[in-house]
């Protein structure tokens, strides 16, 4: 390779969260035990093809579990209606919420006893957010664009601002602005965005800015990739997002310089490790 230099994020890959529930269903699926799923394990389908193979079943709600079977929680975490509805059936229940997912979801439920007026930085769809807001009894406004602010009525005196913890931190500043703005007076914020999404944030931004082309390998359907792609394209790089390294195009690297790598949570070793090698083959 001449004068082309590929540059690796240091923490592109597995978040702490999602190794922990990858190694908990392997493990499981090593004793030869029967593991079921409700959604994807993690936004990433090579890694479900891998863990597929070796027998989990994905599924697509409780009632297709029986009920002597075992499910797993995903990273993501539940809402506490599956998860009464599983343990009712004798669904025995596997958790493997993520850490800071949970530290969210106990944020919600104190923001919820405490009467406040209930504001999440996130998607309303994203299963996060679904098993969050099901300890607020559904009641949190959940926005994703900026202009919905000024159309959310505050019934109560203080607004508790919190965030899906693969969001970006520059929406929860501008929702916390836009807030003020409106005149609120009480705002209680709790930053609930992960220590791992936080240090990916900030350290695509930098790369961004170093690299000519970046390269942001993870699932199209994971919210931290897609957060990566976005922060990577506004910091000035020329971005894609794939998922494995057949999506490569030689004709991304012409005029490049410098290339940057980096990879969601959901994203295994092998996948990143294939798309180094599939670069450094195209622009030798
Ligand atoms: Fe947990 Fe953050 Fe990963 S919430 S699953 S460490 S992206």
Not at 213 to 231: C, D, F, R, W, Y
Request: aromatic residues 4%.
């Amino acid at each position: 390779m001449q004068n082309k230099k590929v540059i690796v994020a240091k923490n592109a890959g597995f978040c702490f969260g999602v190794k922990r529930a990858v190694d908990m269903v392997d493990d499981l699926l090593k004793e030869g035990r029967e593991i079921y799923v409700i959604g994807e394990l993690v936004h990433n389908n090579q890694v479900i093809e891998t863990l597929t193979k070796k027998g989990l079943k994905t599924v697509e709600n409780l009632d297709d579990i029986p009920n002597d079977g075992t499910m797993v929680i995903r990273s993501h975490g539940a809402s506490i209606k599956i998860i009464n509805e599983a343990r009712s059936k004798g669904i025995e229940i596997i958790d493997a919420t993520c850490p800071f997912v949970n530290k969210a979801r106990i944020v919600a439920n104190d923001f919820y006893k405490k009467d406040y007026n209930i504001l999440i930085c996130g998607d309303k769809n994203h299963a996060e957010i679904v098993g969050i807001n099901s300890l607020t009894e559904n009641s949190a406004k959940i926005v994703n664009d900026i202009n919905q602010i000024k159309d959310i009525n505050f019934e109560k005196s203080i607004v508790g601002v919190m965030s899906q913890t693969t969001y970006k931190l520059t929406f929860l500043k501008e929702v916390v602005l836009a807030l003020l703005d409106r005149g609120l007076k009480k705002i209680v914020i709790e930053n609930t965005i992960c220590l791992d999404s936080t240090t990916k944030q900030t350290e695509i931004k930098d790369l961004a800015k170093k690299v000519d082309v970046m390269i942001v390998v993870g699932g199209k359907s994971s919210s931290n990739t897609n957060k990566l792609a976005e922060i990577s394209l506004a910091s000035g790089a020329q971005t894609y997002h794939i998922e494995i390294a057949d999506e490569l195009k030689k004709d991304w690297f012409v005029g490049a310089n410098k290339i940057g790598v980096a990879a969601g949570a959901s994203t295994a070793q092998f996948l990143i490790d294939a798309v180094v090698s599939g670069i450094e083959k195209m622009v030798e």
